[in-house]
């Protein structure tokens, strides 16, 4: 490795909210640099889960991360010629970013209307315990249990 990491950004609360899970949230569903688009599709969906569920957005969608965020993954390792998938735990930071991501392409996978309407139902699905995204989850922690056996590999 070259020179020195780069540094972790603070990154402020976004501008409805002023909540930074949300900031980061909408940075994730962000494409092409376009962040007023981004922040239209969570807020259009924050205002549709509202209407559906009669709850606040904001907890629904905490709920939603919490149910989606896996604990345990499985990364590849070469050990003596051969390749295990080994069970790691995942940090906080990660944990969160592979739960947005799984939401949002969930999202982009479900047929039918605008962006928004897709996310607010996955949101809503997800923080029932229901939808692509928490089926993922239970994959990934399926794997995981599976190759148990190679933890040792973990250092």
């Not at 949230?25 to 569920?53: H, P, Q, W």
């Not at 809503?124 to 939808?131: F, I, K, M, P």
Request: aromatic share 8%; charged share 35%.
């Amino acid at each position: 490795m070259r020179g020195k990491p780069a540094p972790k950004r603070d990154i402020q609360g976004d501008v409805k909210y002023n909540d930074v899970t949300i900031a980061k949230f909408i940075n994730y569903v962000m494409e092409e640099g376009k962040k007023s688009r981004a922040e239209k599709i969570v807020y259009d969906s924050f205002e549709l889960i509202k209407e559906k569920t009669k709850q606040d957005p904001r907890h629904v969608f905490n709920k939603a991360i919490k149910k989606v965020s896996p604990l345990v993954e499985v990364r590849g390792k070469r050990v003596g010629g051969a390749n295990y998938q080994v069970p790691f735990q995942v940090r906080g930071e990660r944990r969160y970013y592979l739960g947005c991501n799984w939401l949002i392409k969930a999202a982009q996978d479900r047929r039918g209307r605008s962006m928004a309407e897709k996310l607010a139902a996955e949101v809503v699905d997800a923080s029932n315990g229901e939808g692509a995204a928490v089926r993922k989850r239970e994959s990934v922690h399926k794997m995981a249990e599976a190759n148990k056996a190679f933890a040792h590999f973990s250092r």
